[in-house]
Structure formats: C-alpha cells, structure tokens
C-alpha cells in the first residue's frame, strides 16, 4: 500500500536504529523511505539504462511525426491541364476545373452526363498524380472538401484518443495502453493501401489520430519519469527535436516511394516492427506500480535501471509518493487568477498548434517541390528547439513565447507578398519560431499551475491545440480563395495572443507552485520556501 507521508515520519523514529541507506545531501541520516525521484537521483543515476530507453521512445516519437505527415503527401492539390479547346486554365494554386465559370458551363451542356474529366475536357498532370488522395480517390470540385477533412479528421481522433488513452493507462498501466494504441496504429495502417475508399480511409485516419493520442504521449511520460528530476527538461527538449528531424524525414518516404500504394505499406513497416519491439522491451511505470499498491514491483524496476547503469540500491528501502488527489474543473473556476489564467494559457495552446499546422499543412501550396520543401520545412524547426532552450532561462518563459509570437506574425505577413522564395524563406522562420513555441508552452504550462491541478491544466491547453490543429487544414486550404487571407488571419491571432499572454506571470528561477496560494505568489515575484522542486 502507497504510505502517506505522516505514515513515512511517524515510522522514522523507530527505523534510526536500523541499517540504513546512505542519506541524501543534508538528508535525515536515520531515513531509508524515499519518494522515487529521489532513488533516480541517489542511486540510478543517468546512465545504459535511460540511454536505451530514450533511443526506444523517440523512434515512437519519429513514427508519430511520420503518422501526423502522411496527409502532407497523401492530400496535396494536383496541377491539371486543358484538353478541350473551350476549357479555360488558370494559374490560381490549388484551383480545380469547376471554380471556372466557363467549365462548368461546358461540364453543365454534356450530353452523356459525367464530368469534364470523364467527358475529355481537363486532365489531370500525370506527373503529379503519383502520392495524392486527389487522384487515387478523384476528389474532384464537389469532393474537394475531403481532402482537406483528412488532415483534421486525424485531430479529432487524436482529441479523443488523449481521453481514453489516458484515463486507460491509469486503469491498466502504461505498457498494456501503449501496445493498445500502437496496435491501433499498425491496424489501420495496412488497411489504408489495400482499400481503394476514401471513406475508409478518413476512418483510418481518425484511428490513426486516436493512437497517436495514446503512445506518443506515453512513451514521453515512460521515459521521463525514469530519468532524475534535473536531466528532464533536457529529455523534453530532446523529444522535441526528434520529432523535428522524423518530420523532416517525410520528403525522403515520399522521393524513395514514388506511388500512393507503396508509399503507404513503407508507411506500416516501421509502427508494426516497433510494437513487435516494446512488447519485448519497453518496461513499466514504476510510478504505476506504486499508485496501485504494488511496492515490490515498483522498487525492482528501479533495481533494473540501477544495475543497468552499473550501480545498486540497498536492499532495505522502501518507496512512497503523496497520494493524488482528484480535482475538478471548478478548482479552476473558483480562483479569480486561475479563472482568468486559464483560459489564456489555452490561448497559448491554440496559437501555438495553429501556427506550427498551419504552416506545415499549407506547405503543399508552395512552389516547387514538395518533398524538398517538406524536408526544409522539418529542418527549420531545429534551431527553434535549440534557441528556445537557451533562451527560456536567460529572458524566461513569458518573453521567449511573447518574441517567437511576435517574430512568427511578422513573418506571416511578410509572407503575403506572393514571392515564392520570399514565401518559402518566411516559412522556415515560421517554423523554427513554432518549434520555439512549443518548446516553452509544455514547460510554461507545468509550471504555471499548482500540483493539484498541474494536469488539468496543461490537459485542457492540449485539448485548445488539438482544436487548432484540426481547424489549420482548413484556414490553409484560404489560399485557395486569396493568397493573403490565412496570413492575416493567423498574424491578427498571434498579435492578441502576445497581447493577453503579458498579463500571465513568469516562472522562470521560480520553484513550481504546491498550492492555489503559491500560485498567486507568482503575479507578485515572492520568494518560494521551496527549492529545485521536480516536475
């Protein structure tokens, strides 16, 4: 049973006598029941362990960057030609046949009934056609809009996936819901090339969606809580990163795999030998251990990390951590400053998400080749992860996420004028400046809310950026009506977001805030009684 921590002091006293485990620095030396982080801090260390286990976790996140980046190629516009004379051609980017006056026309005097492409009044480019849904499915004028669906479907799966995933790993564990969620994966990723039904395939997507919602959040978390407290924001940083490179990555599936078929089998390998490999390998929470009573086993998986990593933990030690407590919505809604703080963090959240798949779903309307402009897209984010890192300590949180939103709608507008290496180059600033966004609102938002409702709140700023994500195929698809329109759209955004986000207060030097008091203390720069507190 999980001790409480009266339990773990009132036992103190008659444990001095004992032998005990070496004593933390500053440590009562009489102690031998430790809270997990601090057993990773004393014993584990970093080390063989941790390495393997992070390598195993970022190809998950990689496959992740793989599954949110398939739409990317799968549902790009395709050019299309005239073949009859009467046909009218414009040069508008992603424009189809049927917008035209004059080819509807022609399509509405048919004799035969069908449409222009079946009537030999248009085709499409063949050397085009190779990766996209557009022409394997014909998603042409009154189907458009379905292409477009593919890419949001996918985050409506991923909002319901982070519900249910969630509340079944508390019930199950994280090792049974991570084979779940990727099983989900694999399982819809071989039906997609087999089944010649854009139906069935905005289905897959939305399973697809939901097992992201389930074994990307969880391998971060698996491979977090065994790293010690002070090496975590690094393995954030680094999650980030990867998940970068896997993105950029995409354009190299889609030069090597040249039709939609075979693009999509590449695309089931990698998830299908990856589940083969953590039903083997990937270990359990201990912290899951721990919360449902299971003592022993949670205090051999740390045996295991020690011994991996060439060290030991003495035999009599025992673990505990504060027993959770449950809250509610309205813990936030009954705090004036919680009440007005939330729902600007979640802003954040929506900003963040918006610009970040703006960006990468508008991508396909950029001149030149997709691939190419996929990969540099993927690149630019790295020196948005790196700078975002440096930054947060020495200006803080609040002033590198008010900068990098400032810089990004400096860059959207600027976007606007229809240069395409003018656009191309904004597009990359926009990237390495989303990376950085997303980089300080995971940290901000963990910092920012008391312990008690720590996961409420980063869960409903997420929730506020899966909604953006699922909104931004649709804001870039604007193109389509006028080149500047989602521009300005986003720009406007991110000048309220940085305007409002002044008002929240900043978290940098500061230890994280235990309760709804300490929380306040923030907006008032008071010092904290509480130090090198960890996530």
Same mark, same amino acid.
């Given at each position: ?5 009266? $339990? ?11 032998? =005990? ?48 980046? @398939? ?9 299309? /030609? ?12 992603? &424009? ?5 006056? +004059? ?66 790993? $508390? ?52 491979d977090v809580e065994y790293a010690p407290p002070k090496y975590r924001n690094m393995l954030g940083t680094l999650f980030h990163f990867i998940t970068s490179a896997g993105m950029a990555l ?78 509610? @919505? ?19 959240? @929506? ?29 630019? =984010? ?20 008010? +900068? /990098? ?12 004028? $229809? ?26 938002? /963990? =910092? ?9 709140? /980063?869960? +409903? ?18 193109? &389509? ?55």
């Amino acid at each position: 049973m999980v001790s409480s921590k009266a $339990d773990v002091y009132a036992n103190k006293a008659a444990d001095a006598q004992n032998e =005990e485990m070496p004593p933390l620095p500053g440590d009562n030396p009489n102690r031998k029941t430790y809270k997990i982080d601090e057993v990773l801090e004393k014993y584990c260390h970093i080390g063989k362990y941790q390495i393997l286990l992070t390598l195993l976790c970022t190809i998950l996140t990689m496959i992740a960057a793989w599954r949110i980046l @398939f739409d990317l190629m799968t549902t790009k516009s395709i050019g299309w /030609s005239c073949i009859d004379a009467d046909c009218v051609k414009t040069d508008k980017i992603g &424009e189809m046949p049927c917008t035209s006056e +004059i080819n509807r026309q022609l399509e509405g005097n048919l004799t035969n009934g069908g449409t222009g492409l079946e009537n030999g009044l248009w085709k499409y480019n063949d050397d085009e056609t190779t990766h996209s849904i557009v022409a394997t499915f014909d998603l042409k004028c009154e189907s458009r809009w379905k292409y477009t669906f593919a890419s949001s479907i996918y985050f409506i799966g991923a909002f319901f996936g982070v519900w249910m995933f969630g509340r079944l790993s $508390d019930a199950i564990g994280r090792y049974l819901t991570l084979l779940i969620s990727l099983g989900f994966c694999v399982v819809q990723a071989w039906i997609i090339p087999f089944f010649n039904d854009i139906n069935v395939y905005l289905a897959c997507r939305f399973f697809d969606g939901a097992s992201f919602g389930g074994f990307f959040l969880i391998a971060f978390v698996i491979d977090v809580e065994y790293a010690p407290p002070k090496y975590r924001n690094m393995l954030g940083t680094l999650f980030h990163f990867i998940t970068s490179a896997g993105m950029a990555l995409i354009a190299l599936w889609g030069v090597i795999f040249k039709d939609a078929k075979t693009f999509a089998i590449a695309q089931a390998v990698p998830p299908t030998i990856m589940w083969i490999v953590c039903f083997f390998f990937m270990p359990e929470s201990a912290r899951y251990y721990l919360s449902k009573g299971q003592d022993e086993k949670a205090l051999a998986s740390l045996k295991k990390v020690a011994s991996t990593n060439g060290r030991s933990i003495p035999e009599k030690c025992e673990l505990y951590e504060d027993i959770d407590v449950k809250v509610s @919505f309205l813990r936030i809604v009954s705090n004036k400053r919680l009440l007005v703080s939330a729902p600007i963090n979640m802003f954040g959240w @929506f900003m963040t998400s918006m610009v970040y798949y703006m960006l990468w779903f508008s991508a396909k309307y950029l001149a030149g080749n997709i691939y190419v402009n996929a990969a540099l897209l993927g690149i630019a =984010e790295l020196p948005g992860r790196v700078a975002a890192y440096l930054l947060m300590d020495r200006i803080g949180r609040k002033k590198t996420f008010m +900068i /990098s939103v400032i810089l990004a709608c400096i860059c959207m507008f600027i976007s606007i004028w $229809d240069n395409s290496t003018n656009r191309k180059v904004m597009y990359c600033f926009g990237k390495a400046l989303a990376g950085s966004l997303w980089a300080v609102i995971y940290l901000y938002s /963990s =910092e920012m809310y008391p312990t008690k409702i720590r996961n409420l709140g /980063s869960g +409903i700023g997420s929730a506020a950026a899966r909604v953006a994500a699922l909104l931004a195929p649709f804001i870039g698809s604007l193109i &389509e009506v006028n080149a500047s329109l989602p521009y300005i759209l986003v720009g406007i955004l991110a000048f309220i977001c940085c305007g409002v986000f002044w008002f929240l207060p900043e978290t940098a030097g500061k230890d994280l805030p235990q309760t709804i008091e300490e929380f306040e203390d923030l907006f008032h720069d008071k010092p904290r009684k509480y130090e090198d507190m960890a996530l």
